[in-house]
């Protein structure tokens, strides 16, 4: 987990991936992060789907990214069973670099009361599924970069990635 936020302060501070301004980034002393939570690193059982259509993802501009469900999520979180979908953007097929990279846009009840009010994002690589589970680690939630500055197309999480629970780790918002 330290190095998730090692890494992704890095990010905020390298003037070509961060979002903020350059004003900003002089300024900036690092993300807010929840505490860390082992109880929110899960073992999820993977259900692909290949034959899902491909659909234009809503975002928080008029862009509209072309993406297809490449599968889903069960695991338990709070003792509670739960389900998120799996996406994988098309534009992202041609790139070596992220070929096999799988998103993770979700909501939870801390939106808007601690995390980021638009939902937060999870990463996974197809080669983190394995016989047909993978562990997904939410204190590696994220927010979007359009929770840091306008003009970025950021997906919206569908509904069927609302979760109906609190998810207190990764990254918080910044009030």
């Known amino acids: 987990m330290a190095v998730f936020q090692q890494?992704?302060?890095?990010?905020?501070?390298?003037?070509?991936?961060?979002?903020l301004s350059a004003k900003e980034r002089r300024a900036f002393a690092g993300l807010p992060f929840y505490p860390p939570d082992y109880a929110v690193c899960v073992l999820a059982r993977f259900v692909p789907d290949s034959l899902g259509p491909v659909f234009a993802m809503p975002t928080s501009t008029a862009s509209?990214?072309?993406?297809?469900?490449?599968?889903?999520?069960?695991?338990?979180?709070?003792?509670?069973?739960?389900?998120?979908?799996?996406?994988?953007?098309?534009?992202?097929?041609?790139?070596?670099?992220?070929?096999?990279?799988?998103?993770?846009?979700f909501t939870d009840r801390t939106n808007g009361r601690g995390s980021y009010g638009g939902g937060r994002y999870l990463d996974l690589r197809r080669g983190q599924i394995r016989g047909g589970q993978v562990v997904l680690d939410f204190n590696k939630a994220y927010n979007p970069s359009c929770a840091y500055?306008?003009?970025?197309?950021?997906?919206?999480?569908?509904?069927?990635?609302?979760?109906?629970?609190?998810?207190?780790?990764?990254?918080?918002?910044?009030?």
Request: glycine share 6%.
């Open 7 to 19: 890494e992704l302060n890095a990010e905020f501070t390298d003037p070509a991936r961060s979002p």
């Open 64 to 105: 509209r990214p072309l993406y297809r469900r490449y599968g889903e999520l069960q695991f338990e979180l709070n003792g509670q069973p739960q389900r998120l979908q799996v996406y994988q953007g098309l534009d992202l097929l041609a790139n070596p670099a992220y070929r096999d990279y799988l998103f993770v846009p």
């Open 149 to 175: 500055a306008a003009g970025y197309a950021c997906p919206v999480p569908p509904p069927e990635n609302r979760l109906p629970v609190a998810v207190e780790a990764g990254v918080r918002h910044q009030q």
